[in-house]
DNA sequence: ACAGTTTCCCGTAAATGC
DNA sequence: TGCATTTACGGGAAACTG
């Protein structure tokens, strides 16, 4: 029998998409403790069916009964596994919709899926039950974050086994119980959580400037149902997409801890600022809804004064075709004089460049250029390829430099 | 009723994937002329199944009864149309594949889609039968090149309308009828076809250099089976990922005829030479796979020679985040003094850069920025800038000047 | 083991329906 | 009509299978 590739999405397991395969071992069942004796010991058909509905119907596609036998409840557990199990909505006519909750999108009407089995013991007949934490029904995936921040708030918020109409009046829940949650969604999926200081940036951005956050309340609507102040999204999403950024981008730099990401600008000038030109940090984009990552780096212009510089965030499009341990290797800005040069030197608070980033970038890839070769050679330093070029322009036209002595660019720059 | 957003891929009506939505309007029907009369005159039940089998058995999933009236069957056309068809393969235990022959691949497999029809006139029953042309049934669009290619052959060689052995000894063509066949692969699909001199580089391709192509023979393994010499993938693969890359990325600019796309590294340098510094065509690439596209200029070095130059190719990875035309506009190189000049100038033979490309590019699309400004002016011409450079640095430290007067760079370049 | 083939399913775009 | 939701299917990758 086939296996399916990936079982549903496997970090999140309440959610299931129409279509895609799941298996009720990434739920968690209740387990009727007493009745656990008469399962183990005799043969039963474990049938699901969908139990709860809402405003939508859904039937299950798949095997849908089991003989369960010894070997399948290995240490005791009730739990049958079936595989190849799908949602497919259950279209009759218009008249499925007998919705009680009409206010309720999607992604807030929340499923129970039950498990029924028929135990035959010594001629006796026992009809057991057991049904799966309230689960999130999508069809497409991009309702996964709405979905799964569903999940996260039934979870972070009640104990309760079947309270589908949760959502129908959602409770608050304290910044305290939102930051572990947030920080559990970086650390569960990557090596590394959030610090006390992303989370701090995290706060600022739900609930405002604040001395304290602990104890303060967080609404649904605020986590996840409204836009940000000015915005054309909410803080989940924009969130979630950081999350998937760092996932499937980002990874390793992340695990290492070199990505500062949460960071309000006052507080990236704060700390920057008594530091050496060309130190930087990696920071997320905050107006980018599909998640976006971005370097600042500090700068002193002619006059000595420091600055702040950063680029246009990188997105996950543009990460595709390169990686941004490479971009950041790479990455070069012409200074006042039209020469290239790279202003990231340290990363904060002073690890050389090299040494953070060196291991992650592709070796020099060999390109296969198509026809002749690289006409400029890279090999004398900056200072010495200038003045050649300057020595090639007065051998061409020596009177030009005559020219320039009287120019007001010369008057301005030279010294004495 | 729902209209299926693309009915099978439009422009290659007999390849059908499994799963996906197909409709016998894109088939070419045989027509019997003379049941016409009946067939209008009446009802009549008009049912699909699947008939001539090859290794592989598949299912007609869908409505597969209509009942035909006059008005479906305007102009006199016998066709009803069924949409929302699709094909399932039958898997019946292993015995499926009774393959007479093994030694084709599944997109050689030619198969036949049979209609049948039941007519009643007056109280007699007449069978009528009719049939697709041969289609490819691929479950995988990566298997669309291939299927193609064998369509293309079929068609281009035969006018058997059910000769599901034709690739079990596969005629061979020639150029002129191959010549023909490309041609209509891009005008097509967009408004340009080939031109002499891109037919003629295909079949330098195809059969090696040679005075006069016409009339050569080309076998079905060199124009999709075989390997190309020292290539991992044959000449209709690459082909066909270059048409592909033309219709998703440079469709505008192709339509122009601004890409010579196909021509020789010799020809290239041929027309290019007497051409001025800047002079550039666009080639695609010969090495990638998967369609590549790049730019030859010209160039003179400092002894005064002429040079040609090319990028690595641009796959469609990169082409996914910046457009072609933003490409060349601003492509630029660092000269042999660390300056960065754009060596395109004139589109060959000698259309300006921005004339071409101009309209096809953004319009400097307003970054945001996320702190901060550019801080390099980019309104000095370069040679000012160099100088002031030069000045900058003597200021700094003027006695490095006076090393450099001893050093062998300035010795070699100093006039006199 | 391996290559040809199919399945799985995300993510974009389009269609649907309330 | 507009927006929430579903459907369609290309494309990459994993799984299957002879």
């Given at each position: 029998e086939r296996q399916p590739c990936m079982p549903m999405h496997?970090?999140?397991?309440l959610v299931i998409k129409?279509?895609?395969?799941?298996?009720?071992?990434?739920?968690?069942?209740?387990?009727?403790?007493?009745?656990?004796?008469?399962?183990?010991?005799?043969?039963?058909?474990?049938?699901?069916?969908?139990?709860f509905l809402r405003s939508r119907k859904f039937n299950i596609l798949g095997t849908n009964t089991k003989v369960m036998n010894m070997e399948e409840s290995n240490n005791g557990s009730l739990s049958a596994?079936?595989?190849?199990?799908?949602?497919?909505?259950?279209?009759?006519?218009?008249?499925?919709?007998?919705?009680?909750?009409?206010?309720?999108?999607v992604t807030e009407e929340l499923h129970l899926i039950t498990f029924e089995t028929e135990v035959y013991h010594q001629g006796l007949k026992i009809d057991l039950e057991t049904h799966s934490l309230p689960?999130?029904?999508?069809?497409?995936?991009?309702?996964?974050?709405?979905?799964?921040?569903?999940?996260?708030?039934?979870?972070?918020?009640?104990?309760?086994?079947?309270?589908?109409?949760?959502?129908?009046?959602?409770?608050?829940?304290?910044?305290?119980?939102?930051?572990?949650?947030?920080?559990?969604?970086?650390?569960?999926?990557?090596?590394?959580?959030?610090?006390?200081?992303?989370?701090?940036?995290?706060?600022?951005?739900l609930l405002g400037p604040c001395v304290n956050y602990s104890g303060c309340q967080i609404t649904w609507a605020k986590f996840c149902k409204e836009n940000m102040a000015g915005k054309g999204f909410s803080f989940w999403v924009w969130l979630d997409n950081i999350i998937d950024l760092v996932k499937k981008y980002i990874l390793a730099l992340w695990n290492e801890g070199y990505i500062m990401g949460f960071i309000s600008k006052e507080r990236e000038r704060a700390i920057l600022?008594?530091?050496?030109?060309?130190?930087f940090l990696l920071r997320f984009s905050e107006s980018s809804k599909e998640g976006g990552i971005t370097f600042t780096w500090v700068e002193k212009d002619i006059s000595g004064k420091t600055q702040m510089q950063s680029v246009e965030p990188y997105t996950k499009q543009q990460l595709n075709s390169m990686s941004f341990a490479d971009i950041i290797m790479g990455?070069?800005?012409?200074?006042?004089?039209?020469?290239?040069?790279?202003?990231?030197?340290?990363?904060?608070p002073d690890i050389p460049k090299d040494e953070a980033f060196g291991?992650?970038?592709?070796?020099?890839?060999?390109?296969?250029?198509?026809?002749?070769?690289?006409?400029?050679s890279k090999s004398l330093p900056c200072f010495l390829r200038l003045l050649s070029e300057i020595?090639?322009?007065?051998?061409?036209?020596?009177?030009?430099?005559?020219d320039l002595m009287d120019s007001e660019l010369l008057g301005n720059g030279f010294p004495g």
């Open positions: 496997p970090d999140r397991p129409t279509g895609v395969q799941f298996t009720n071992k990434h739920f968690d069942f209740q387990k009727p403790e007493h009745l656990l004796y008469v399962i183990l010991k005799k043969e039963s058909h474990f049938m699901p069916f969908l139990d596994e079936f595989k190849h199990l799908t949602l497919r909505e259950q279209r009759c006519g218009n008249g499925g919709r007998t919705n009680s909750d009409a206010s309720l999108i689960v999130v029904v999508i069809s497409n995936i991009c309702q996964m974050p709405n979905a799964w921040a569903s999940i996260l708030w039934y979870n972070m918020l009640t104990n309760h086994q079947k309270n589908v109409n949760f959502f129908t009046k959602p409770p608050v829940g304290t910044w305290d119980q939102v930051a572990e949650v947030l920080s559990w969604q970086f650390s569960s999926t990557t090596k590394r959580g959030l610090t006390i200081e992303q989370l701090t940036t995290l706060a600022e951005k600022s008594p530091k050496p030109p060309g130190t990455y070069k800005i012409m200074d006042a004089t039209n020469i290239l040069v790279s202003p990231l030197v340290y990363l904060y291991k992650y970038c592709r070796p020099e890839a060999a390109p296969e250029p198509e026809m002749g070769g690289d006409s400029s020595l090639t322009c007065l051998r061409r036209c020596p009177s030009v430099f005559m």
